[in-house]
């Protein structure tokens, strides 16, 4: 954290010094366009950037912003040392009305509604009868009105709101808020499913970035002295926002800067020395920089020059995965209380019941298996557990409460963890930050969690695959990764979605050896699995599932004796002859 | 007093009607895009401006007026338009959308259409911004004498209601119709239409089954460029236009594609014409200013409530 926030003071530093140096009224208007832009590019970072939810309305952040700083200094006499901060009031509280109803959408679609809220409010302040706002000259005491004769000031004011803006973004990229976002962005269900609470941080993060933007968009009010919907709501500030930091680079704490720095210059120059000539030069230089950026270095400039930096130094030689102890044998448990009740459970898509009536209670400290044909509904009863899919009636208890309506994130939290048949593991991370992002829920600090993170991968046998990225990582060892994030959110009851498939003899042997290791310790588990050799060897008791319905349950034994099992695994004939 | 408003929602309706078909036809090239190539075009409304300037030019450069009359002749540069941005789709498909598009994207949700919504989005500020170099920031218009002519349908119910046709609307109504209806015939009834179609089902089937899928999406891409075109041509006929008009009209047609559900043409033509219709009837009941808010709040509800559309059939939730 201290680098670069000596990163960011000597960032100031300089800046400072140039402006100063600088006597020519148009440059220190252009540095100081350039703040503005970095300002609005890190907004726009902040969130679409780090949650991955490409914003196309930033300006509606940056417009409110410019008219409440420039409606309360005309109507009110409020001075703008006062508007921008209430200018980020309501930037956040656009960001809630914003956020809340359009984070239902998802992808493409959500871009595009993004796209309509700052075209609609353009139209409203027009309607309003706001077309042109000047900001009126303060002759008395021009300073308490932020108003300088000396545009140097502007810089000065302007850094200061970008250093803040860059320290709470390095604040955000550095803790379990970046993280969370990051996840969020790589594989949205894996992070609700590992305790993030998606809605909650995806608030958060518009917030946040709507303060900013309404911040960058009251100081260039004031900078401007004018303010015009189609200048502050217009499509190219929306566009600028996303160009600047697509161009420096996305995700990053400084590419919202570096775009600023190269494309604001360079624009504006062209436009006072062909402007006259070639009206649109401007957005013809922003277009191209973006339409190249997106075939030669998509993640943006700064990535990729550290990455083709550091292609030299990654050969990184692939760990063997870590021994781990044999599971000591285990009696059989006979179970404790029940943790967890399932009630007359049911659950249809269109005409196809998934899941019709199930009842069955998972006792404390038991390895229940669930078995059954494919499309029998496994599944889909584990996403109604976890609370990915609503239940169509019935209930479910865990510890005696009632977990119906709750958001997965929220079950995980109450000490229910669950992995995956087909792995949602987050790509483009390490694995260690991996199974970070599943111990958020049980630790509150930081520092916590990465420990909880280290022991899970312990318990697992994945230590010397840390710090690999998630990725690269071979079946097996995708499978223990999301063993290990799943309980190192310390939950009471695992849910194992077949844990096995897709694994070589010796690789369900180490899987078998993890699952009843941490069996032994005392988790409850519940486990869906085709492989009836495994099932006996690992289960205390069985049920079975067929087209949505329970069909039988019991000790392993018993339950692949049963002829109601054989038929609806094998089919009528196979009944007669293991009768025989 | 109740005639007049039982004639301004008459008059509301068939303007929403003849303006909602023309929204229609635009729809439909941008449908075409989306279905084939699961591409959003941010750059659509440039195409119908490019449409709209490539008209005027037609119109004057080849004195099609004087040649062909009032009626045929913005027709027939609209037409010469379409045929242009055909071939400049074409292009811009084989250089530069084709990197970021494709089979890769087709079959994908999510993170691989970014890239393509950024592409399309600077091809969007490119095109705008070198249109105000080249066609400069004055407002145009193509004149006809039909452009300031009505025909007057009544009276109707008793004898002081009638509904009035803007002659230049509803040539640029019946045109679009025709160009409707010849299209859906092509898409139907031709191989390349079947091409089309297989493309857009399952590109990975249709390639197994030796359909060139990059062929089809550029077929697609330059005919969506084109049809839009053509919709601005006729759009040019009755309003006048600057080289940023693409930015009013692109929000119509995102909300007439969603509306008829996304990845359905036939959809994109009942959801077009619905827009048309809710932007002329709310001018009866709020200020005009305020039509287009009027569009983006019905745009905002429907991919809120329901973001399969009201019309498609293809159901798709990203």
Redesign the interface.
Known sequence: MRRPLAGIAAFAAAYLALALLVQNQYYQLMLTLVLVWAIMGVAWNVFSGYC?L?S?GHAAFFGLGAYTVTLLLVKLDVSPWFGIPLGMLVGVAAGVLIGF??F??????????M???P??LL??F??LGYQEVSLPMKRESPAAYMQFADQRAYVAIALVLLVAALVASLAIERSRFGLSLAAIKQNEWAAEAAGIDTLAWKLKAIMVSGAIAAAAGGFYAVVLLVVTPLTVFG??TS?QA??VT?FGGVATVWGPVLGSVILIPLAEVLNAELGDK???????V??????LV??VA?EGILPKLRSTMKRTLEVAPRAPLAEIAAAPARVRSAGGEVVLRVERLSRSFGGLRAVQDVSFEVRKGEVLGIIGPNGAGKTTLFNLLNGFVPADSGDVLFEGKRLRGLKPSAICALGIARTFQVMRPFPRMKVLDNVVVGAFVAEREDARALEAAREALARVGLSRQADQLAGGLTTVELRLMELARAIASRPKLLLADETLAGLGTREIERLLATLGGLAASGLTIVIIEHTMRAMVRLADRLIVLDHGALLAGGKPEAVTQDPKVIEAYLGKRWVTRAAH | MSHVVLENVLQALTAGLLVGSIYALMCVGLGLIFGVMRVINFAQGEFLMLGMYGTLYAYGALSLGRFLGPYAGPIAGALLAGIALYFAGILLHRYLLARVTGMRVAGTEGEGHYPQLILTLGLSLILSNAGLIVFGSTPENIRTPLSASAWEIGPLAGDDVSVFLNKARSVAFLVSIAVAIVLYFFITGTRIGKMLRAAADNPEAATYMGIDVERAHRIAFGLGCAITALAGGLVATYYPFQPYVGLEFVIIMYAGVVLGGMGSIGGAFWGGLTIGLVQQLSTLVLPVQLQNTAIFVVFLLIMMLRPEGLFGRNVERA
Do not use: D, K
Request: hydrophobic content about 65%; aromatic content about 16%.
């Open positions: 991955g490409v196309f109803p359009t239902r959408l998802r992808g493409v679609y959500f871009a595009l509604a796209l309509a809220y075209l609609a139209y409203i027009e309607w499509m190219l566009a996303l160009i697509l070639l009206p649109g030069i401007q957005g013809v922003f277009g191209a920089a973006i339409v997106v075939l998509p």
